[in-house]
């Protein structure tokens, strides 16, 4: 089990920029990708982002292409998600997720099994 701690989130203008950080701590954070979550008010968690445990293969939810980018840093055992041209509809609660298997790259909510609390982040027009 993998412990994962979310920060970084807060309320910003439309057109602004946050970056969100998630701390891993608990077993070997270079064999997993790992991958950001958002749950808007009264919808289902959806796919954002994922980069694998090695940092080159990265992939976005459409909505977010373009704009926001993830990287991770080993040697902090930290994942990171730059957000840019922020829009409100991108107003949700983000969270940090590392999947059930290593070295494997998943984007399907089932397929990771380690969540961090979640960091809100709102986005003002």
């Known amino acids: 089990q993998v412990q994962l701690v979310e920060s970084g989130g807060g309320l910003v203008q439309a057109g602004g920029s946050l970056r969100l950080s998630c701390a891993a701590s608990?077993?070997?954070?270079?064999?997993?990708?790992m991958a950001w979550f958002r749950q808007a008010p009264g919808k289902e968690r959806e796919f954002v982002a994922v980069?694998?445990?090695?940092?080159?293969?990265?992939r976005y939810a459409d909505s977010v292409k373009g704009r926001f980018t993830i990287s991770r840093d080993t040697a902090k055992n930290t994942v990171y998600l730059q957000m840019n041209s922020l829009k409100p509809e991108d107003t949700a609660v983000y969270y940090c997720a590392a999947p059930f298997r290593p070295r494997v790259v998943v984007t399907t909510e089932a397929d990771f099994g380690s969540w961090g609390q979640g960091t809100q982040v709102t986005v003002s027009s």
């Open positions: 980069i694998s445990w090695s940092g080159v293969s990265t």
């Open positions: 608990g077993r070997t954070f270079n064999n997993y990708a």
